[in-house]
């Protein structure tokens, strides 16, 4: 208990909790807009009034959605200063100007032309519409741009010196390309993509079972199936990539999402373990032999990190990363399967015709959302105890002045405040659905 009423435990806490609710939107708008600009294009180009109201519904839902990304998101600039101001301090002279960027260049672009994708149909000319709807989802894209550069520089820091404890940028270009943004960058974009998928085809596939605009959502139905059949296996081949990144820049990661505590070659990928720090192995293991090393180094003689390579103060949660990182992929496996499963209804000719697909995909809705809480939890947590890799670690980040006392009202408030306010917004989300059922 001691060791839990800790201001920096705390302050740690309480930035995942709101790191994990703001995630899930801004990955889904990114998603959702792209989708929306398609339908406004296809509106535009065959004049069919079917993709303007598909449009006009999504619009509805993105909105919510953004309006909510950027409350959540408001609340982690605050902590920057709240709870880690000697980390703000140290970093202020790269993270300042690129979370600047982020709002000058993408939130006022979003939120000006969201009104008009809003309040402008039939206000204003065509053209004029469809061009509101791509700068949308530009907007979302030079959002998560900027966003992920500066997270991405903390994890791989380049392109600065440290002079005095403080971060001095030396080359822009090199630490906002830092060496794990591209994989990073396009890991995200990917699913984005496929959270939006899997929200439209699950809300399409209720509309279906419940008779509503039955043509129109088996056409939106039937479009993301055919992101899913495609993006989920390329989120596996990114997935790769990024994996052999983190193995250069940061092994003890990688060690932990393998559960794999000494270096050594031939090493089996673990499906199941049950890591313990006290005597650093895993009590219970089960997995393929040899898999870890070809996935890794593409050679079943290739060698993995162990653990214990790194000392014990420098090692992340250890069973936290092993098991977001398998729920991360095992989501990954079934949207994969999902793809096929739609695949095979397509050349049946039964893919339009109600069903179990059409169940299982409405009750498939949550799972992109618990991948990406999964996938920031094994990189977030996989990085401790460092803030940024290998500079700063927590201790030297958070606030001197912060105590028990004022961290845990935070937190506690926090909690109250996300579960009103979310609460809201999702019930509100719901009641725009339901809604839509009933306006012909």
């Known amino acids: 208990m001691e060791t839990l009423l800790n201001p920096i435990i705390l302050s740690q806490i309480q930035f995942a909790f709101v790191v994990s609710f703001h995630a899930v939107f801004p990955v889904f708008s990114i998603g959702i807009a792209s989708y929306i600009f398609l339908l406004e294009f296809l509106h535009w180009k065959t004049e069919e009034r079917d993709w303007a109201k598909l449009s006009e519904f999504w619009t509805k839902i993105f909105a919510i959605a953004f309006g909510m990304g950027v409350v959540s998101g408001i609340v982690m600039s605050f902590q920057f200063g709240t709870n880690w101001s000697n980390f703000a301090q140290a ?14 260049t993408a939130f006022f672009l979003e939120a000006a032309f969201l009104g008009v994708l809003l309040f402008g149909r039939d206000r204003v000319p065509k053209g004029v519409h469809l061009t509101a ?38 080359n822009w270009s090199e630490a906002i390309f830092n060496p794990s943004f591209p994989y990073r960058f396009a890991h995200m974009g990917i699913a984005s993509f496929l959270t939006g998928s899997f929200v439209v085809a699950g809300v399409s596939s209720w509309f279906i079972l419940r008779g509503h ?4 959502n088996k ?10 059949l495609f993006l989920a296996p390329a989120q596996a081949v990114m997935g790769d990539f990024h994996g052999l990144n983190t193995l250069e820049y940061q092994p003890t990661k990688v060690a932990a999402m393998e559960g794999n505590w000494e270096t050594d070659t031939n090493v089996p990928l673990l ?15 089960f997995g393929i032999p040899n898999l870890a090393s070809i996935i890794l180094t593409h050679s079943p003689d290739g060698e993995v990190p162990g653990i214990t390579e790194t000392p014990a103060a420098e090692r992340p949660p250890i069973s936290i990363v092993f098991w977001s990182f398998r729920i991360m992929v095992g989501i990954g496996v079934i949207m994969i ?18 069903g179990l697909m059409h ?23 996989g990085r401790s105890p460092w803030l940024v890799y290998g500079v700063i670690d927590h201790a030297q980040g958070v606030t001197p002045s912060l105590s028990t006392g004022m961290a845990l009202t935070s937190l506690i408030g926090f909690l109250m405040v996300y579960a009103v306010v979310y609460s809201a917004g999702l019930t509100y989300l719901i009641k725009t659905v339901k ?5 012909k």
């Not at 399967?337 to 109600?354: A, D, H």
């Open 271 to 285: 499906l199941f373990a049950l890591p313990s720090n006290d005597e650093e192995r895993n009590i219970v293991e």
């Open 133 to 170: 709807a791509f700068m949308v989802a530009l907007g979302t894209f030079i959002s998560s741009f900027w966003i992920l550069a500066a997270n991405s520089w903390m994890h791989t820091p380049a392109g600065v010196e440290w002079i005095g404890g403080a971060a001095h940028v030396v």
């Open 91 to 104: 970093t202020a002279n790269f993270l300042g100007p690129v979370l600047s960027y982020e709002v000058v």
């Open 337 to 354: 399967l999902v793809g096929i499963w739609g695949l095979v209804q397509r050349i049946r000719g039964k893919l339009s015709q109600p």
């Open 435 to 439: 809604n839509n059922v009933r306006e």
């Open 359 to 381: 169940h299982a995909l409405l009750w498939l809705i949550p799972t992109p959302f618990i991948a990406v809480v999964a996938g920031w939890f094994t990189t977030e947590v």
């Open 219 to 228: 056409r939106a139905l039937s479009m993301c199936l055919w992101m899913i």
């Open 213 to 216: 605009l039955v043509e129109q």
